[in-house]
C-alpha cells in the first residue's frame, strides 16, 4: 500500500488512540494533582521514608510534572527519552528522598509510565504503571481515586498494544471509583464512560460503546463542560461508531457540532480542532457534497501554521482530504500535487 493510499483511508476514527491520548495528557494533570493532595493529606505522615518537608513535596511534585509534561509533548516529535531518563532520575531522588515505598515515588513512577506509553513504548510502560499501581494499592487501599488514575492509564496502555480484553476490567474500576468518589452524575464519571466506550469499539461493541458514549457526553453536558476536550473527542467517536453501525445519517450531527465546538478561530490550532475539520470533510466528501467539504477542510489547512505544535498527521490527513475533494472536481494535477505533499508532511511527523 502506498503512503498515500494509507493517508486517505486513514480517517479521524481508526486513528482514535491518537486523538485519545490528549485527553490522557490533559487529565493526567488533574490525577496527578489529586494525587499531590491526597498525598500531601496522608502520605507524609504514613509513608514510611524519611522526614519531608513541605518545600520538598512541592518542588518533587513540580519537577516531576514538568518532566512529564515535556516528555509527553517530546513524544509527538519522536524525542522523549531524555524526558524519559529525566524521570527516571527523579524517581530515584524520590527513593532517597521519601524512601522507596512513598506514594511520592509512586506518582514519579507513574508519570515514567505515561511518557513511555506516548513514546511507544508499550511494554516498559506497562511494567511502569502495575508498579506505581500496586504502590497505591497498597499505601491508599483499592478504591482511592488516584488508583482509578493509574488504572486508566494502563488501560490505555493495554488498549494501543491491541490488549482490549485486558483494558476492559481496568476500565470498569476506574469507573466504579469514580462513581463512587464523586457520584454517579460527576464529570470524571463522564470521562470513564467515555474511555469506556473507546474500550468497547476495540471489543467491536458498538451498541454497548453507543450507550457509553452517549451516557459520556450527556453526563458532560450536564455539567456544562462542552468546552472539554474530552466532550469534542466524544462526539467524533460517536460518530465513528454510527459509521461501524452503518448508520451513516447520523453522523453528521455529532460531527458539526464538534466542529461549532473548536470555534471561534479555531483554539490555538489545537490538535482537536483540525480533527474535528478533517472528520467532517470526509464524511461531507463520501456524501459528494464537495464543496462544502473543501470549505471545510480549507479552515483547517489555513490554521496548521498557527498550531502550538507540530500536527504532521493531522497536516497529512488535511492534504490527503482536500486531494480527494480536488479529485472529484476533476483538478487531477492539483490532486497528485496535494497527495505528494501530504507524504512529506506523514514522513516528517514519523522522522522528526
Known amino acids: 500500500m502506498t503512503a498515500a493510499r494509507a493517508i486517505r483511508i ?43 518537608s513541605r518545600a520538598q513535596v512541592d518542588a518533587y511534585f513540580k519537577a516531576v510534572f514538568a518532566a512529564r509534561d515535556r516528555g509527553i509533548a517530546m513524544a509527538y516529535e519522536g524525542k522523549a527519552d531524555e524526558a524519559v531518563r ?18 511520592f515515588v509512586a506518582s514519579a513512577v507513574m508519570a515514567k509510565g505515561v511518557v513511555l506509553r506516548e513514546a511507544g513504548r508499550l511494554p516498559e510502560a506497562e511494567t511502569e504503571l502495575r508498579q506505581s499501581l500496586a504502590a497505591f494499592e497498597r499505601l ?48 470524571i464519571a463522564g470521562i470513564r464512560w467515555g474511555e469506556m466506550a473507546d474500550m468497547l469499539i476495540g471489543l467491536g461493541r458498538f451498541v ?4 457509553a458514549q452517549q451516557k459520556s457526553l450527556a453526563l458532560l453536558e450536564k ?11 466524544g462526539l467524533n467517536r460517536l460518530a465513528g461508531i454510527y459509521e461501524n453501525m452503518d448508520r451513516r445519517e447520523e ?14 478561530g479555531l483554539p490555538q490550532a489545537s490538535i482537536f480542532a483540525l480533527r474535528a475539520r478533517h472528520a467532517l470533510g470526509v464524511y461531507l466528501i463520501n456524501q459528494d457534497r464537495v464543496e462544502e ?50 507524504e512529506e508532511v506523514a514522513a516528517r511527523g514519523k522522522t522528526s
Open 208 to 211: 454497548e460503546a453507543e450507550e
Open 251 to 264: 453522523m453528521e450531527a455529532p460531527l458539526r457540532r464538534a466542529v461549532v465546538l473548536t470555534a471561534p
Open 140 to 187: 491508599f487501599g483499592t478504591n482511592a481515586p488516584i488508583v482509578g488514575g493509574n488504572l486508566a492509564h494502563l488501560a490505555l496502555t493495554y488498549q494501543q498494544m491491541g490488549r482490549y480484553p485486558d483494558a476492559e476490567p481496568l476500565r470498569l474500576r476506574a469507573l466504579q471509583i469514580a462513581e463512587k468518589d464523586k457520584g454517579a452524575e460527576s464529570e
Open 223 to 233: 455539567a456544562g463542560r462542552t468546552d472539554w476536550v474530552a466532550f469534542i473527542i
Open 293 to 342: 467539504a473543501e470549505a471545510c477542510l480549507r479552515e483547517g489547512l489555513d490554521a496548521v501554521p498557527a498550531s502550538p505544535r507540530p500536527v504532521p498527521l493531522s497536516h497529512a490527513l488535511l492534504l490527503a482530504a482536500m486531494a480527494d475533494v480536488k479529485e472529484r472536481q476533476g483538478s487531477a494535477a492539483d490532486a497528485a500535487d496535494l497527495r505528494r505533499r501530504a
Open 10 to 52: 486513514t480517517s479521524c476514527f481508526t486513528t482514535i488512540d491518537d486523538i485519545g491520548r490528549g485527553v490522557v495528557m490533559r487529565w493526567g494533570i488533574r490525577f496527578l494533582a489529586a494525587a499531590v493532595a491526597l498525598f500531601l493529606a496522608g502520605c507524609m505522615q504514613t509513608g514510611g521514608g524519611p522526614a519531608t
Open 86 to 103: 529525566e524521570i527516571a532520575a527523579l524517581v530515584d531522588q524520590g527513593r532517597q528522598s521519601f524512601g522507596p515505598d512513598s506514594g
